[in-house]
């Protein structure tokens, strides 16, 4: 896919990669080191950082999702943003998936600090730096990984599961066995992502079951093509396959019916009778149509609903973290 075509089907995965790679050629033409860049330089640049993201700088919980630490670091999620994105960002809607990769990022970088404070407080952790986009990444799998158990598709197509699983199962298993890989981040990312996603889902099988319930059924009219007119005009035409001149297959009854049969059928009775006004009618009845069922407004709502709550966990998980450092702080002063 070609920059032009990925701007236009992915905007936000196209603007989130200019940004990436924006910030990291502005970070070597300011004089840092591409591939091991300082920790001075990583803060301040919007590393993540726990004394600081957690009392005076809550902003870096954002900013580090937009640095990378070293070249190699931004290729891999580079890549990574790119092959999720252009099927993820479709699929929900640029809005929702901007909002979806903030949203992961800030959650991998909470769940990093937490477990980060807990060291300190256990004696078995030291304050450390975090950054990348890979806790947004993350949240964007799991994101892709319901919609393929969800079987929701994009432009037709279901992913593939295990594919996913697959690419997951890759980015944990390396996180674990690579010294200086934020595991916290991309699990706190992923689970973000996850819980988001079940939001998704729940919202499209609804819009389903309405789209679903909107769809007429076909045998129903039949039948009642065959019951809504005389019994001898079904007698000619329906049960009697006609030998004569007469002979009309089902394919012919049903176009006769819908150009109106502006044709005389002869009734019990024995006179000649204009069918137009019964068949009319009758036609009106079978192409009557009660008011398609549309989705409830909730549904529509739900994943910015998700969203809400998850943010306001967000806030006071940070408010808890934030209070707890400034208890520690006082009681060592």
Do not use: C
């Amino acid at each position: 896919m070609t920059i032009k075509q990925l701007l236009k089907t992915a905007p936000v995965t196209t603007l989130l990669l200019v940004s990436f790679i924006g910030l990291f050629i502005m970070q070597v033409l300011t004089g840092v080191d591409a591939n091991n860049p300082s920790t001075e330089a990583l803060l301040n640049w919007g590393a993540n950082a726990l004394p600081l993201t957690m009392t005076d700088d809550p902003w870096r919980l954002v900013s580090s999702a937009f640095l990378h630490i070293g070249l190699m670091h931004l290729l891999f999620n580079g890549f990574a943003m790119y092959f999720f994105g252009q099927i993820a960002e479709p699929m929900f809607g640029s809005a929702k998936f901007l909002a979806l990769f903030l949203l992961a990022a800030i959650g991998g970088n909470l769940l990093n600090n937490h477990v980060t404070w807990q060291g300190i407080l256990d004696g078995t952790g030291q304050p450390g730096l975090s950054a990348g986009a890979s806790g947004g990444i993350m949240g964007i799998g799991g994101t892709l990984l319901i919609a393929a158990l969800f079987k929701i598709s994009v432009n037709g197509m279901v992913l593939n599961l295990r594919s996913l699983i697959f690419i997951m199962g890759i980015n944990l298993v390396y996180g674990f066995a690579v010294p200086g890989i934020d595991n916290a981040g991309h699990i706190g990312g992923a689970i973000t992502g996850l819980v988001i996603a079940l939001a998704f889902a729940i919202a499209y099988r609804q819009r389903m079951a309405i789209a679903l319930q909107n769809v007429p059924n076909i045998p129903i009219y039949q039948n009642r093509y065959q019951t809504d007119y005389p019994n001898d005009y079904q007698t000619s035409y329906i049960d009697h396959p006609a030998s004569s001149d007469a002979d009309v297959n089902n394919n012919d009854f049903n176009v006769g019916l819908n150009s109106g049969f502006n044709s005389d059928t002869y009734s019990d009775n024995g006179t000649y009778a204009n069918s137009d006004r019964n068949i009319n009618a009758a036609h009106a009845n079978i192409i009557k149509q009660k008011t398609p069922a549309k989705p409830a407004f909730i549904w529509q709502l739900l994943p910015w609903i998700a969203m809400l709550l998850i943010s306001i966990g967000f806030v006071w998980w940070w408010q808890d973290i934030h209070q707890q450092i400034l208890q520690v702080l006082k009681t060592i002063e």
